[in-house]
Structure formats: structure tokens, C-alpha cells
């Protein structure tokens, strides 16, 4: 399938960075080359980036697809990974290490089938346990354990 | 170079700093971390320090970095052992070792194979240690003469060799490139003090951190593509037989340790190079100089003898550029500046002068790292074998914790957990695209470092760019660099025209 191919998708990403970063840099003074301004850089590092990623796209559109470029996306592991950082990003400044770290590894088990609840009940409290140890006792981090 | 009582006198200094209980303990407990979370199938030696750099922040700048370099010859060992019982190399620099390691396995001389990595490793790094106290000094003196100009040369091509070294697709390799330039201009700029491309967004005036993005690309992006590959199960991990090797097996391993050591040793200096380049170097001289180049890959012990040990001499000697020059060559290096500068420590030509105790106490830990290694890892070797049969499945929620306790307690900030999050996807997207990260990473270390050297090199040339090219030793730099690319371009251009001849 054409559109899989993975160097038009790379195209297509490098090119909307490189367009937010031209767009973002254009309130910034460009300055001269003797002096430059601190919009200088990365408007033109930003247009080098789009040159490059029209040539990387068009490159890939003229040449024949093999079964080679075929991008496999699974998104059930880096979903069940994100929203296991999610949860502890959302959950340590009001609950505490060890109910975001529970969350954490609660969430990230979907990642992978089957489930075992057994297995990732054991999982969540060595690893609140091991956390609260290791990060709070021992290395001494400033981290609340528990809901203040 | 240094006379020899110099050199005694350093080192003496370095041990006296390496060797006090405090260090020796953090410099075991790095390599015994490193080489337990390394030998962990699919956690190489980059993904290994990133998520265990916070660890490290809370101990001395000398005592944090002493351990850090020691996870890193602990992670690179451990990657050896997985490459060679299991067949799944952690990182690029251990590929070459799954080759003739795993062959060896297959044939029931895993034993041989694993002593002979962990010896030629040990002999390697004697080696490099040595080259590293005899060349750093002379070097420093050579940088005093280095302006922006040349310091802009210098990190050009230190990018250039990493695109040369990418995996894939050139044009990729240079995107990833300005992709982390355009990334290390985040924040606020520092000459004029306006906010660059921070979109409104307070936790971005300091630009974006290391550890987010370092634990995002090489961390969680990681993990994602693993678990896609593998299913969350154990690979199947063959069992130990003897562990010392035959005298044959010595008598064709130690040439091929001693060439290993000298390939690994020189490319490791070279911007840019470091363990990948040693060890596939170090692999095709020795199959050039073998009577019988077929034995490669069906258990040739010189196929691992040669590349661990360059890889250990490479890993070694590239920090040559970074202790000098302040330059990382290669993305674990770039992860040491990131940790380097989270202590307060500028790397460069200052250091050696300044803080000569962090300096040869680095050094000196080298050695110590090295020696450490060899002992817990002959005894333990079958602890690490048992390992690498833990199923991934409990080990990845473990990685996860880690980093996300990481990004969170550097700054005690939420927003930086995010900012993983969403460098973690970034990373995913483009591995799964085939672009790979590390040239990435290198160049978000060194754009701030480049955008300084560039303004002020035009700023004293009067805004005539061709001060690059009027002085001879910026002018020499550049040159390599092009040559280099040129060179790198040429057989893909040829490939090219083969591939289009095929299908006319």
C-alpha cells in the first residue's frame, strides 16, 4: 500500500515540525550574519528542514513500493505505555508514590495479553514497595509516599 | 606527549581519588547495575544509562559520574552475554557479536565465548585506560589554540560522522540532525534573552530537558517497539557449559584481542566513532586476515574476541573527545555531557586544570570498572544467564517505573513526565519509520554548543563566513567532513543507479 511507506510518513512529520518551527520563529529578530538574532537559526534550520523532507517524500512517491516498506503499526503496547505515564503523571502530586506507582504498572500491564491480574496484583505492590525503598528511604528523594 | 612520571603521577592521583571506599563501592554497584539491567534482552547500554541517570544525581559530581561510567561498561557487558547466549543484541554495538557468539552457543562453547568476551573486554580496557592518560593532556594543550571557528568545524563533523554511522538512509540520518538542532533551540535564547519557540508554555522558557527526551527516545520508544517484536515472553536462553576456553581457543583469540584493542582504540578518539564503529571494524579486519573467512559466522571465536574488544577500547577512548573538547562523539557520550552538566560540570579543556581530581579520578575509574567487571562477571555469569530468561513482560512496567520516577524527581515536575510522554511517542513514531535516535540526541547536546561557536566565530569575523575556511585548522576540519560525507554519498548514489539499471 503506498501510503504505509515509511518514508513518505517521515517525510510528512519532518515537514510539520519544520513548518511549526518556521511559523513559531517568525516573531523572533532575525538579526544580521555578523549579528545574528535569535530567529536567525531556526527559521533556517527550519527551511532546511522542509527542503529536505520534500525531497525524502517525493523521492519515496517516484520509487516502487516493496512488501519491504510495509509499516506494521500495533498501537496496543505504546498506548497501554503512554497512559501508564498518564496516570502517573496525573496521580503523584495529589495521591503520592505509591497509588501512582500502583496506577503506573496497573496500566502498563495492558500492554500485553494475557492479562494475569494475579501476576500484575503481585507486580503493583513489589513495585510500590520497591519504590518507596529504593527512591524514598535510600536515595533520600523528596517524594510524598502517601495523599498529604 | 607526557613523560612517564607525569603519566605515574596522574594516575596516581586518579587512583588515590578512584580507590577510596565511597567510589570503589559506586563504581561496583554502576557496573553491577549496568551489566544487570543491560543484560536484559532489548536494553542496551544508552537505554540502560538514561534510566538510571537519576540514580546518580544525588551522590558527588566525581562519585555520580564514576558510576555512571561504570553502568556503562556494565550495560555494554551485559549486552555481550544476551547477544551471545540469546541472539538479541541490546544495541547496534553488540550485532556483531550475536554473529559468531551465538554460533558458538549453538555448538555448546558458550562458556568459551563468554570468557573470551569478558577477557579480551578486560585486556581492552587496560589498554584504552592507558591511551587515555598518555593522549588527554597533549590534547588539552592543542585546544588552547581552538576558537569558535574551529570548535564550530569540530562539532560539524562530529554530525557528519554521525549520519556517515546511521543505519538507513542518509537523508534520514541528517534529518534526525536538524530535527534535535531544532529541538536544542527551545527555550530562551541566550544572548538576547527572548523565548524561543516556546509556545506560551512556562516549563519550556529552560528548554526542554535532557532526561525527558534522552528517557523518551531511547527509554519509552524502546520498550514499545519490544513489545511489539517479542509478545511480552522469554526468549529461550541456552544453558552454560564450561566456562574456560581451550588452549586453541587462546591460541586464536589473543592476536585477534591485540588487533581488536588497536582498531577499537583508534576509531573510538574519532568524532563520531566510539563502540558501533570499533566493533564492525575491528570484525572485517579479522575475517580480512583470516586463512579461512568461512569460519565467520559458524563460531569463530576471533569473531568475538576481536569486536568485544574494540568495543571496550572504543567505549573507553571516546572519551578522549569528551574530556578534552567537551565534544560527545556519539549518543552514550552525549548522555554523559547531559549528566556532566546536570552535576555543574562544563565539560572541556578547563576541567583537566580546574578539577584535576575529577578528571584522573575518572579516568583512573576506568581501570577500576574494568577489573570489577571481569571479577563479578566470571563468577556471576550464570545469575546473568538465568536473567536473560526473565520474561519481559514484568520487566518492561519495571523500566517504565524507572523512568517516570526519573523525569518526575529531577525537577520535581509534572510537566516533565509529559514532556516524556511525548517524546516517547516522537521516538516510537519515528523508530517505527526507521529513523534512528541517536544522531538525534548528539545533535541536541551540541546545537547549543554549535549556535554559540557559529555566532561568535562570524561576530569576530565581522560577519564574513568565510572565516570557517581562512583559518587553516577550521578550514582542515571542514574538509574531513566533507570528504566524509562525500564519500558516504557516493555508494548510495551507486547503489542507486544499480537498483534503477535492475529494473529497466
Redo the contacts between chains.
Keep these: 500500500m503506498q501510503s504505509t511507506r515509511?518514508?513518505i510518513?517521515?517525510a510528512g512529520?519532518?515537514a510539520t515540525?519544520?513548518g511549526i518551527?518556521v511559523a513559531?520563529?517568525r516573531g523572533?529578530?532575525p538579526g544580521?550574519?555578523?549579528?545574528?538574532?535569535?530567529?536567525y537559526?531556526?527559521t533556517t534550520?527550519?527551511i532546511?528542514?522542509l527542503a529536505?523532507?520534500a525531497?525524502?517524500g517525493l523521492?519515496a512517491a517516484l520509487a516502487?513500493p516493496t512488501d519491504e516498506d510495509r509499516?506494521?503499526?500495533?498501537l496496543g503496547?505504546?498506548a497501554a505505555?503512554?497512559a501508564?505515564?498518564?496516570a502517573?503523571?496525573l496521580l503523584?502530586?495529589p495521591i503520592g508514590?505509591v497509588g501512582?506507582?500502583m496506577a503506573?504498572?496497573a496500566a502498563?500491564?495492558f500492554?500485553?495479553?494475557p492479562l494475569?491480574p494475579g501476576?500484575t496484583l503481585v507486580?503493583m505492590l513489589a513495585?510500590a514497595a520497591?519504590?518507596a525503598l529504593v527512591?524514598v528511604h535510600l536515595?533520600?528523594?523528596?517524594?510524598a509516599l502517601w495523599p498529604a | 606527549m607526557a613523560g612517564l612520571e607525569e603519566i605515574a603521577g596522574h594516575l596516581g592521583l586518579g587512583l588515590s581519588v578512584a580507590l577510596t571506599p565511597g567510589n570503589v563501592l559506586y563504581c561496583f554497584l554502576g557496573a553491577l547495575l549496568g551489566t544487570l539491567i543491560g543484560v536484559l534482552p532489548g536494553l542496551g547500554p544508552a537505554t540502560t544509562i538514561a534510566m538510571l541517570l537519576p540514580v546518580t544525581f544525588h551522590l558527588s559530581p566525581i562519585g555520580g559520574l564514576i558510576m555512571l561510567a561504570g553502568i556503562y561498561y556494565g550495560a555494554q557487558y551485559g549486552g555481550s552475554i544476551t547477544s551471545i547466549l540469546v541472539n538479541i543484541p541490546g544495541e547496534s554495538s553488540s550485532v556483531i557479536t550475536c554473529l559468531d557468539g551465538h554460533a558458538m552457543t549453538r555448538q555448546g562453547r558458550s562458556g568459551a565465548a563468554l570468557a573470551t568476551a569478558a577477557l579480551g573486554s578486560f585486556f581492552a580496557g587496560c589498554v584504552a585506560t592507558l591511551l587515555v592518560a598518555l593522549f588527554a593532556p597533549p590534547l588539552t594543550d592543542l585546544v588552547q589554540l581552538f576558537g569558535a571557528a574551529e570548535y564550530f568545524a569540530l562539532m560539524a563533523l562530529g554530525l557528519v560522522a554521525a549520519i556517515v554511522l546511521a543505519q538507513g538512509s542518509v537523508l534520514k540520518a541528517l534529518l534526525m540532525i536538524l530535527l534535535g538542532l531544532m529541538l536544542g533551540f527551545v527555550g530562551t535564547d541566550v544572548n538576547s534573552g527572548a523565548h524561543r519557540l516556546t509556545f506560551g508554555l512556562e516549563g519550556l522558557a529552560d528548554g526542554i530537558g535532557f532526561i525527558p527526551l534522552a528517557m523518551g527516545v531511547f527509554g519509552i520508544a524502546e520498550i514499545a517497539v519490544h513489545l511489539e517484536r517479542m509478545q511480552g515472553g522469554a526468549a529461550p536462553a541456552a544453558a552454560i557449559t564450561r566456562l574456560w576456553p581451550t588452549r586453541q581457543d587462546f591460541r586464536q583469540a589473543w592476536p585477534a584481542v591485540l588487533r581488536g584493542t588497536g582498531v577499537g582504540s583508534l576509531l573510538g578518539i574519532l568524532p563520531g566513532g566510539g563502540a558501533i564503529l570499533g566493533s564492525f571494524a575491528a570484525y572485517t579486519l579479522e575475517k580480512r586476515l583470516a586463512r579461512d573467512p568461512s569460519r565467520f559466522g559458524q563460531g569463530a571465536i576471533e569473531g568475538v574476541a576481536a569486536p568485544e574488544s574494540a568495543n571496550n577500547a572504543a567505549a573507553q577512548t571516546s572519551f578522549i573527545p569528551l574530556l578534552t573538547l567537551g565534544i560527545p562523539s556519539n549518543g552514550v557520550m552525549a548522555l554523559m555531557v547531559g549528566a556532566m552538566m546536570i552535576h555543574g560540570i562544563t565539560p572541556g579543556p578547563t576541567v583537566i586544570d580546574q578539577q584535576p581530581e575529577l578528571f584522573w579520578g575518572i579516568i583512573a575509574s576506568m581501570w577500576v570498572a574494568n577489573l570489577i567487571l571481569v571479577v563479578i562477571n566470571l563468577p556471576l555469569v550464570g545469575v546473568w544467564a538465568r536473567l536473560t530468561r526473565v520474561p519481559y513482560r514484568i520487566l518492561f512496567p519495571a523500566v517504565l517505573l524507572f523512568c517516570a520516577i526519573g523525569a518526575y524527581s529531577y525537577a520535581h515536575s509534572v510537566f516533565d513526565v509529559v514532556l516524556t510522554m511525548v517524546f516517547g511517542l516522537m521516538g516510537y513514531v519515528l523508530l517505527k519509520l526507521r529513523c534512528e535516535p541517536a544522531p538525534l540526541l548528539l545533535a541536541f547536546v551540541l546545537g547549543p554548543m554549535m549556535e554559540e561557536s557559529l555566532r561568535r566565530a562570524l561576530l569576530i569575523g565581522r560577519g564574513d563566513p568565510t572565516v570557517f575556511v581562512t583559518r587553516p585548522l577550521s578550514a582542515a576540519i571542514l574538509a574531513v567532513a566533507a570528504l566524509l560525507l562525500v564519500v558516504t554519498i557516493l555508494p548510495a548514489v551507486r547503489g542507486l543507479r544499480q537498483t534503477a539499471f535492475r529494473e529497466d
Design positions: 515509511p518514508d510518513l517521515a512529520l519532518f515540525i519544520g518551527v513559531g520563529s523572533l529578530e544580521t550574519l555578523m549579528r545574528m538574532g535569535p530567529g537559526l531556526p534550520v527550519g532546511l528542514v529536505l523532507a525531497v525524502l523521492r516502487r509499516v506494521d503499526w500495533r503496547p505504546i505505555i503512554l501508564a505515564l498518564g502517573f503523571a503523584i502530586d508514590l501512582a506507582t503506573l504498572i502498563a500491564r500492554a500485553d495479553r494475569r501476576e507486580l513495585g520497591f519504590s527512591f536515595l533520600q528523594l523528596p517524594i
